[in-house]
């Protein structure tokens, strides 16, 4: 039986987070999400994939709730799983209803609001140089 993680939300059972293949079933994850304690602060969060140079977390958000500005070394992509979201970076507006993808370059500055109940998984790249 795998071992309890510490985190934010409720302790989680160590899962594999690197290795040749790793496949996951996203609505399994956003349902466990959305069962932990730490939904009801309005959100919760899961790395699914950490490399030094590579990184996949899915988030979950509670319909109004707020991601404040901030930026990422790597460049990223947000791409909405269930949902609507919208992403202001460097002035600039991007509705993403589910289905929809955007990417930013490194370092802009950008936040995330959910207009509904959402999922939006968060892939982020760092340049050899930069991993960490």
């Given at each position: 039986m795998p071992e309890p993680q510490a985190g934010r939300g409720a302790a989680r059972a160590v899962e594999a987070t690197?290795?040749?293949f790793l496949t996951f079933d996203l609505a399994e994850q956003i349902r466990?999400?959305?069962q932990e304690p730490?939904?009801?602060s309005g959100r919760n969060a899961k790395t699914l994939v950490k490399y030094?140079?590579?990184r996949i977390?899915?988030?979950?958000l509670h319909e109004g709730a707020i991601l404040h500005e901030h930026h990422a070394a790597g460049r990223i992509s947000v791409q909405t799983v269930e949902g609507h979201i919208r992403?202001?970076?460097e002035g600039r507006d991007f509705d993403l209803p589910c289905g929809?993808?955007?990417v930013l370059d490194r370092e802009l500055t950008?936040?995330?609001t959910a207009l509904k109940e959402s999922a939006f998984l968060l892939t982020i790249a760092w340049p050899p140089e930069a991993a960490r």
């Open positions: 690197a290795g040749p466990e999400l959305r730490y939904w009801q030094d140079d590579f977390v899915l988030t979950v992403m202001r970076a929809h993808v955007v950008h936040d995330i």
